[in-house]
Nanobody
Framework: QLQASGGGLVQAGGSLRLSCEAS????????IAWFRQAPGKEREFVAA????????YYAGSRKGRFTISRDNAKNTVYLQMNSLKPEDTALYYC???????????????WGQGTLVTVSS
């Protein structure tokens, strides 16, 4: 029901924009978050946005480099990632839930993920 896309290989300092599209689910009714999981590590919160797109939340280290936004008319949420670092390399997932918050358990729907690889 959620499909993340836009990942790829980028050099350190570069940018990528991830997209999260929904089918069979109206994103405008949900808060949407991005999480990421690097090999051997737990899934971690990246950013979230409420259903109206008015409130956004970021994990501390990503604020200022990453921007989450949404276009409810297109049923799509975006994650703009700038100044990428090798430590940003991970599988990035989008998730839908009722409130924009950090815990993984707060989200009911998950996409398959898109791989971001940042080379040094």
């Amino acid at each position: 029901q959620l499909q993340a896309s836009g990942g790829g290989l980028v050099q350190a300092g570069g940018s990528l924009r991830l997209s999260c599209e929904a089918s069979g689910l109206t994103l405008s009714s949900n808060s949407i978050a991005w999480f990421r999981q690097a090999p051997g590590k737990e899934r971690e919160f990246v950013a979230a946005i409420n259903w109206r797109g008015i409130s956004t939340y970021y994990a501390g280290s990503r604020k200022g480099r990453f921007t989450i936004s949404r276009d409810n008319a297109k049923n799509t949420v975006y994650l703009q990632m700038n100044s990428l670092k090798p430590e940003d390399t991970a599988l990035y997932y989008c998730a839908a839930g009722s409130v924009p918050t950090a815990p993984v358990s707060a989200y009911d729907y998950w996409g398959q993920g898109t791989l971001v690889t940042v080379s040094s």
